[in-house]
């Protein structure tokens, strides 16, 4: 079928407990098939380990369409009685084997993208002076193991709370993103679209942490956390 942003694409149909859920492979999120804002738009066939059928309905949205393959009206299947279907073997190995990431390799990987999108906040900033708030580093390192054991669902209230000695005493603009491991560009892309380069001041300063949290055959969750804060102004009130 077709999908937005990808385009063309195949995702995955369950059908479990009467429920039908369609699966973003890539992304591993699921949506109901009855959900209008899934972003597989539309669906040309299914296709299953013993046939492929054509979508033959006058729709084509998933929360439109009918799953029922037994009705041949609706969906038109490619093995049939005049073209049995013929075992093939797969392409795929007997068993699959999940090996553990490697520290080193999680420890290389997650300096070397935090350098890369540091020097890179420093260019796009190249018309000013880039400080860094080490103090407001480390407590970011220190909170982004925790939001991806909590899955990012840390209350404001907790993600607060770990940062109140930094809030106590800055402004701070910025917020942690959380994305699958891909390409390089696409992590600068997503820091540069939140405009924390864009701050200006004299008393401007910034923060970076990057954490790479492994599961097995090379597989990381990217958290990336990026801020800028400034001094707070205090209000002294004139005493008569």
């Known amino acids: 079928g077709s999908a937005i942003p990808e385009g063309s694409s195949a995702y995955v149909l369950t059908i479990q407990d009467d429920e039908t859920r369609i699966w973003n492979p890539s992304t591993g999120v699921s949506y109901s098939s009855s959900d209008p804002h899934c972003p597989l738009v539309s669906v040309g066939c299914l296709i299953s380990g013993s046939n492929i ?3 033959m309905q006058p729709v084509d949205e998933p929360y439109r369409v009918s799953w029922d393959v037994s009705d041949s009206a609706k969906w038109k299947p490619f093995f049939g009685g005049k073209f049995p ?8 190995p007997a068993t699959l084997t999940y090996e553990k990431t490697s520290e080193d390799k ?3 990987l997650q300096e070397k993208i935090e350098k890369k999108i540091r020097d890179k906040l420093m260019e796009w900033r190249s018309r000013y002076v880039t400080r860094w708030n080490r ?3 480390v407590r970011f390192r220190d909170l982004l193991p925790k939001l991806e054991l909590s899955r990012g669902s840390s209350s404001d209230n907790t993600h607060q709370e770990y940062l109140k000695t930094i809030l106590e005493q ?3 603009s910025g917020f942690p993103l959380n994305m699958p491991l891909t390409t390089m560009d696409a992590m600068l892309e997503e820091v540069k ?5 864009l701050a200006e001041g004299s008393d401007v300063e910034f923060a970076l942490a990057v954490y790479l949290h492994p599961y097995p055959n090379s597989i990381f969750s990217v958290w990336i956390y990026v801020a800028c804060m400034s001094r707070q102004k ?3 009130q004139n005493v008569d």
């Open 53 to 55: 059928w054509a979508n």
């Open 106 to 108: 999680r420890q290389e």
């Open 170 to 172: 800055h402004e701070v």
């Open 135 to 137: 103090h407001c580093q």
């Open 234 to 236: 205090i209000r002294r």
């Open 193 to 197: 679209s939140t405009g924390v380069h």
């Open 85 to 92: 279907h013929r075992d093939l073997a797969t392409i795929q």
